[in-house]
């Protein structure tokens, strides 16, 4: 499976960006997807993640009631919708599937997308 990350760019605090992750190659089936960003300087970390079957969401405490990650079916496309943007949020942002149900941890996932970045502004 390819993945297609996109959707990033630079917003002002408190605003608003929707990331898209478009698979190719395959279906997602039994899936989890993940949504994963990594700043300068640091290591990446987990940001939400969605079951495909079953629709089941993690966010990390970052993330919560901030962030919503969602599916289209019809679409193939995974989609993270990021709502009152902080400065603190600006990374590269890469979403990524595993086999693995419901992991959070980057090492269980095995297909990456290529990032977007996402730059938020004070």
């Known amino acids: 499976v390819q993945l297609q990350a996109s959707g990033g760019g630079l917003v002002q605090a408190g605003g608003s960006l929707r990331l898209s992750c478009a698979a190719s190659g395959r279906k997602f089936s039994t899936d989890t997807i993940g949504w994963f960003r990594q700043a300068p300087g640091k290591e990446r970390e987990f940001v939400a993640f969605?079951?495909?079957?079953?629709?089941?969401?993690v966010y990390a405490d970052s993330a919560k009631g901030r962030f919503t990650i969602s599916r289209d079916y019809a679409k193939n496309t995974v989609y993270l919708q990021m709502n009152s943007l902080k400065p603190e949020d600006t990374a590269v942002y890469y979403c990524?599937?595993?086999?693995?149900?419901?992991?959070?941890?980057?090492?269980?996932?095995?297909?990456w997308g290529q990032g977007t970045l996402v730059t938020v502004s004070s």
């Open positions: 990524a599937t595993t086999s693995y149900s419901n992991t959070p941890r980057s090492s269980d996932y095995s297909y």
């Open positions: 969605i079951a495909w079957r079953g629709g089941y969401t």
